[in-house]
């Protein structure tokens, strides 16, 4: 078993939520861009795409050359209830090209602190609790807290592009619809766009279970489940021949519009704890987690490995 990681924040005021199944919508930016909030930064509504809690997904992968000219793949899912399958379009999402124009428009925000490990010969699986910190006193335009694996080390909007790029993720965010704490399950590609799951409310205090275990060679399922409600809103990626390789693990806070002080964010800290590794043949590894803070520091956020 690896051990504790905690994310310490700076001053809060309680706000307690209350648990229950929200509403589907994306969480848009203030500024009538049209944008929505997702773990990488603010994006084209037309790059994200919601899919039921439960949906098994398929991503096709793209040749070289369509890669090299900015093609998106094809993904379809089938719905876990009725079992139809729905074919999901990224017509007009230039993932790239916008990351691009957003480097240069801003100052770095996004991951604050952060824990890494990386297992050359990939992970099998990746499971974990964390905890729901306090509400901020004010409102950020979007905090998420997270573990995930990714096939690179890539932090986004610190450095370059990289040509291939994914992490798997289940995601505790806030706030959700309403000032509330809830939990997604995402998959997060620049050539395929991104698929999130479902959202969940949970409480202030609960204690998030993420599960992301492979169940196939390119397969993986994302998991979030709340503690207390015992809820979960998952999903089962196919990514052929993408997702044969996870190396990187991490434990992560990450906000966007918490640059107006500390009171955009939590103070109470999220522990993530009962961290368990394992290699593709389930064999446990052993972390050694690298805690890192932002190059933009916004309110005394860092990683503490116990």
Known sequence: MGRAVVVSFYVVVLLVAIASLTSGELLRKRDGSGLVHTPIGPL???????????ASVVIEPLSPEDLAAGLMSKMVYTHPLTQEVHTISNDGCNLRQ???RLRVKREYDGWLAYTTYQNPSSFGSFLGY???PNAPQNDPEVLYLFTGLQNVDWIPLVDPEPA????????????SSGNNWSIRSWYVTLDSGYLV???VSVNVGDNIFGNMTAVGSDTWYIGSTSSQSKQTTYLTVRHKNRLAKQPWAYNTLECYGCGGGCSYEPTT???????????PNGQKATPNWV??????RLCHEVATVK
């Open 44 to 54: 084209p509504e037309e790059c994200v795409h919601e899919v039921p809690s439960g």
């Open 98 to 100: 916008y990351l691009g």
């Open 130 to 132: 964390f905890s729901v």
């Open 164 to 175: 291939v790029f994914d992490i798997i993720q289940p995601v505790l965010q806030y706030p």
């Open 197 to 199: 799951s479902d959202p």
């Open 269 to 279: 800290p999220c522990q993530f704890t009962q961290l368990s590794l394992a290699l």
């Open 291 to 296: 805690p890192h803070v932002s190059p933009n």
